[in-house]
């Protein structure tokens, strides 16, 4: 008997065709009101669970008392209590390493067009008031050779920390938990204390997850620290930052800029200040949004659970406390 399962995903034919090869699966396509009562109602069977961007909570997992698997379509495991999952024996995976580079890519994407005010001048054409060369009014700032910080020297932060050094000349300076020798060998990259870090870098970019350990790291203290020419560059989660401390900072001309992927509330609220601050790039959280990343990401959360269903360890878990021989 094959085992039920929920996707919150849509897949591609080829990965749909593998999952249902394998298992029953119930295809969730919108997490609207009818879609959620939809989960509710096929949670009370489910072995397995796929997707991404929904807070599953114990309020709905109790919901499942025959769960054993849930693969996360992303790397950041923020919304899940993963303490609860492993109390309850539920393999929690994730999608590490697939999404790396191109991560990383809209990171620098994000510099790019922050330091060279790339958006706000090809709007400025697009709107037609092209009509003179532009002067200093418009100019924006070096990227070579400037100081890249980066807070959270994981996977992401390497792959940043790589096109920096190699592609910009870029001298790295980093903050994490721990100094990692490989990581300054490889990248001369130089460690420094957070306060140190914020003092110093050109551009401070954070790319460490939500945990309650750095869940509002970034306020207002923070943000005072950095120089008035410097530009903030979150790729992480919004909520590593105090949003309404990092408005006052850009508005105030505290610091130069911000490019930002991710909010405290996505999607970003229409009248939210961010939208009308002429030093912001706001992206819709695109960090992994590639055609070939997307797929690589489900292609992996499907291998992890149709491992886990089969009782053996999937290749990313994340809870092996949860992992029974
Ligand atoms: C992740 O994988 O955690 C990303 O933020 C989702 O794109």
């Not at 009818?34 to 397995?48: F, I, S, V, W």
Request: glycine share 8%; aromatic share 4%; with cysteine.
């Amino acid at each position: 008997m094959k085992k039920p399962i929920v996707l919150y995903k849509r897949l591609s034919p080829s990965l749909m065709a593998r999952l249902q090869a394998h298992t029953q699966v119930t295809l969730i396509e919108d997490l609207g009101d009818d879609g959620m009562a939809q989960l509710r109602a096929a949670l009370p069977e489910a072995r397995g669970l796929l997707g991404a961007s929904l807070k599953l909570d114990a309020a709905l997992l109790d919901l499942a008392p025959r769960l054993e698997a849930i693969a996360s379509v992303s790397v950041g495991v923020d919304n899940y209590d993963i303490d609860y999952l492993s109390r309850r024996r539920i393999l929690l995976s994730n999608t590490p390493d697939v999404l790396t580079e191109t991560t990383a890519d809209t990171g620098f994407a994000l510099i790019l067009a922050t330091a060279r005010r790339v958006v706000e001048l090809a709007n400025l054409v697009r709107d037609r008031q092209w009509t003179r060369n532009i002067g200093p009014l418009h100019f924006g700032s070096d990227v070579h050779g400037k100081k890249l910080g980066i807070i959270g020297m994981g996977r992401i932060g390497e792959a940043l920390a790589q096109r920096g050094h190699f592609g910009f000349g870029m001298p790295v300076l980093y903050h994490s938990q721990t100094p990692k020798p490989e990581v300054e060998r490889r990248f001369n990259a130089r460690y420094l204390g957070l306060r140190e870090l914020l003092q110093e870098a050109d551009f401070v970019c954070l790319t460490l997850p939500l945990t309650a350990q750095t869940q509002g790291l970034i306020g207002a203290g923070e943000l005072a620290l950095m120089r008035p020419d410097s530009i903030f560059i979150n790729i992480s989660r919004g909520k590593v930052v105090d949003e309404q401390a990092l408005i006052e900072a850009l508005h105030n001309h505290r610091i130069r800029g911000a490019g930002l992927d991710v909010f405290e509330h996505e999607p970003l609220a229409m009248d939210s200040p961010l939208l009308s601050l002429a030093n912001v790039v706001a992206t819709p959280h695109i960090g992994s949004a590639t055609h070939e990343t997307r797929e690589a990401m489900a292609r992996c959360a499907v291998d992890n659970l149709l491992a886990a269903l089969a009782g053996e360890r999937p290749s990313n878990l994340v809870n092996p406390q949860a992992y029974q021989h």
